[in-house]
């Protein structure tokens, strides 16, 4: 610690965003303090059922991160627990934490639950958001991550039973609470967001009416583990509903409150819930969302909406509500609202409240603390172009906490954040972490296979459709089976400890899970395997779930005999599994980002703070990409001068090797050791690096409507700003037509940025010409977050804003020299002219044409719509599927500044846990050859991609194992069968195939 | 007599189809379960002796999906080389008894949910016209 500075960094608040951030930097070498208020981390995530716009199961991609986070060694988890003092500065600070007494000794409980079986005292479960009631000796959840319970103590009656039944002995009635104080180098506050009291808005009768509920409430209602079991019920009665009102905005979007601000994530998770409900609800069930604007602005998100209403019928009414009212005899809901102008009531059986988010519990005390400073909203003060630092150094911001917003911007935030607070302590890297140690590989070679199969229910994503105990039944009889069982969530924490177990109890040698897709969790239970001395290899799973039970939901037993099938085919595939050696590469600590603008020049800013050395590479002729032509924002940053400052940091860091006016030609190699082409001008040079940013941006699309390019009056909305900035703006009247060449049939989904630039455009306007009359004709004005404040600042300066839908677009036409605008007016009902002297268009971002050609070099895929695809839009919005690979800014979708410079220092951050280390464990999958077999024919080696494979002294083939990717291309053409691709041979694909066919032949 | 009930054995590429029979699964979108996928990293894996040995044991029909051509294989070239066997292949089948609709070669991307859906209730229908695999009805098989 030459300079003071200490390698650590504390993380307040276990949600999602924290755990992101947590395992970024302890992946990268440094230790964590991950400390959260309640019991277990996870967060809101947890609480939910599914999550948009891909329904993918909450606890499911979640669980694999706090499994993860919890047994990293270098993550230690503080819960129950809050910051109560700092001292010390960025690089060097002191803090103080208060931790809460559980009254359970956390090193002794094994979370075996036999103390909350026992406990006679009921208490509201307040994970289940009070539908139904737990043990005063709690877990929040079966899934929990620490897995120890808690005593209630308000609802302890001090029986002491708990104490005397637990084995461990681990109650300790008289534990208090306790103080530590911990050195840190850095912080990132994490601590999400509370959900909105509906009983301030008494007009919607939430605390009076049973059957009004919070979206939060119904989303543990459509959970599995939820206080119905999964089943949509009221809780009134435990009746079905027929019919559920959601109801927008409730606590957002409301000046009257004082919280004008849009939650950003409402208007997407009602559309999910409605949806999903349906899907709950065997019988016709109608779902009715009101809203004021739906704000389906994420990516593929308007695709989703799209589907709610024309796949689900899910019925969607532009009002804001009344009040709600009910029927004391049916415990029904009157819902009043105003539609076209018309008072109208509608009975319902349920009404969801959809809650806005506030600032987390307690955050004035939490900002008194630690020194930082707040919004007007309380939400942490940021920057445009500091969206993760707050206004004390050293400590960072990200998800909800920063800013209403949803999960994958959450995790994009929690990467970003992780850059920076590693960067305040670059130079303490690998000082304070231990490296995790296991114990030595069971040699299984000379053991008959022994197989563990472990089925999941995944809450009721299996075991609603599919019949898990027969299939468990079904895997018990199949041969070399000795155990089988089933969990419901077999990625839990408990059911690691489990699986561990009977490895051990039973000596197994091959493990089985029916579950989900390898794609996402095969790494969590291979890491299981490895910590209990099982070669990772010897492990199979059956996909169960994304192709069985969620695609084939209206055939349970056609869908359970299925799942035998595959279950049995993955047996006879495991008995063939041998144990595999992962080969060892060395990384090259240096970085390639593709694309000079703010993105990509971020990510190489961070990259170069974090000690690496990095090529941008841009193909135009200076650095700036889109930014270039952005003269101001919404707020009161000056984009050029930051710009300007931006350029002048990469110019000046050493580190950073710009290389303009420069293509990519090649890329070959793998994660650690890629090698690049460039070319400038007619030189090409050869670049090699261990890691590959994509930040390549996006186009603005031209568009060929309402006369543009023919009537030079018609601008997009990027050169109207040019104007506006350069003084060269002189109109009377100015109409602006929004989503033109997006939400249509060519381009379905939203833009994101188009509202938001056409108020930034229309305040120029009247700041620069209160005079001139401004008019927004457009379809959902989507200012989510704070931008909702703009919305109305415009409003209140005479911006008038006309809505139109498909039917009613705006049409535009010239006649002698006169520009006409024909805007549709709902309430009129008829076509209203105005004349304007500028007519500007709200235009998407599109791909960049060189998209296509990129993806295929790099072989990583693109969207429907041409955009960049993650590796999982949830939880991994900024990798790819290959390993090394990562994306960032407007080449993965339509975004503002602030959330692309967060995005690129989270990908900085992800690139960082490669580079930082020395070497790398790579993929274990390669070509194997029999040289008994191999007659020296030499086919292989023209046909392998990679020049892999190379004659050896006697003539015989010979795999590099380095070079070998796994495709296994040189084994399915051996004449011999003498070379064969491990963990897919021949004998094993053969086996799996024809164990499916089993039954279909009676030979 | 109850309906004839195909049964497929897809060959999938980790890549690329397997990614979207999983979307397909996670957009909930429905189609009939006649299918059982075995993962393979590549589509260029594919021995056309598996795809023999699959018929032989009894299988209404066999898909083999993976990358687009030209060129979004994950190794390069391994979807052209999946091109060729599976074409060959089809020729052969007819010698076995087979008819070749019943192997099936498609590229769908791991975008593509809706369309790996589309292939395989296209499928089963078409099989379902075929009838049984000949060889299982013939009882020649060796199961
Ligand atoms: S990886 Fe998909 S076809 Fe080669």
Redesign the pocket.
Known sequence: MADGKIGAVLVVGGGVAGVQAALDIADSGFKVYLIDRAPSIGGVMAQLDKTFPTNDCSMCILAPKLVEAGRQPNITLITNAEVTELSGKAGNFEVRIRKQSRYINEEKCNGCGLCAQKCPVEAVDAYNRGLNDRSAIYIEYPQAVPLKYMIDREKCIGCGICQEICRAEAVEYEQEDTETTLKIGSIILAPGFTSFDPRLKTEYGYGRFQNVVTSIEFERILNASGPYGGLILRPSEGEIPRKIAFIQCVGSRDAQLGNNYCSAACCMYSIKEAIIAKEHVPIELECTIFYMDIRAYGKEFDAYYNRAMEEHGVRFVRSRVADVGEDPLTSNLFVHYVEDGEPKTEEFGMVVLSVGMRPPENVEKLAEVLGIGLNRYEFCQTDTFSPIETSKPGIFVCGAFAAPKDIPESVAQASGAAAKAIAVIASERGKLITVKEYPPERDVSREEPRIGVFICHCGINIGGIVNVPEVVEHAKKLPDVVYAEENLYTCSQDTQVRIREKIRELNLNRVIVGACTPRTHEPLFRETLREQGLNTYLFEMANIRDQCSWVHMHEPERATEKAKDLVRSVVAKARLLEPLKKPVTSVIPVGLVIGGGVSGMTTALELARQGFEVHLVERAKELGGHLRHIYYLLGSENPQEMLRSIIEDVSENERIHVHLNTAIVDVKGYVGNFTTIIRSGGNEKQIEHGIIVVATGATEYEPTEYLYGIDSRVLTQRELEERLAKGQFNAKTVVMIQCVGSRNEERPNCSRICCSQAIKNALKIKELSPETEVYVLYKDIRTYGFKEDYYREAADKGVLFIRYDDEHKPRVTRENGKLMVLAWAPILKTWVPVEPDILALSVPAVPNANNEHLARMLKVPLTKDGFFLEAHMKLRPLDFATDGIFLCGLAHWPKPIEESISQACGAATRAATILSKKTLEVEGIVAHVDEDLCVGCGLCITLCPYSAIEKDETGIARVQEVLCKG?GTCGASCPKRAITMQQFTDAQIVAQGLAVLRGVVHG | MTEFDPKIVGFL?N???YAGADLAGVSRIQYPPNIRIVRVM???RVDPAFILEAFKSGADGVLVA??HLPAD???IS??FK?YRRVTLLKKLLQQFGIEPERLRLEWVSASEGDRFATIIKDMVKEIKKLGPNPLRAGGKTSG
């Open positions: 495709c | 590429c890549w690329c189809s590549c589509s260029g993976g990358c294989c994950h190794y391994g979807n999946a």
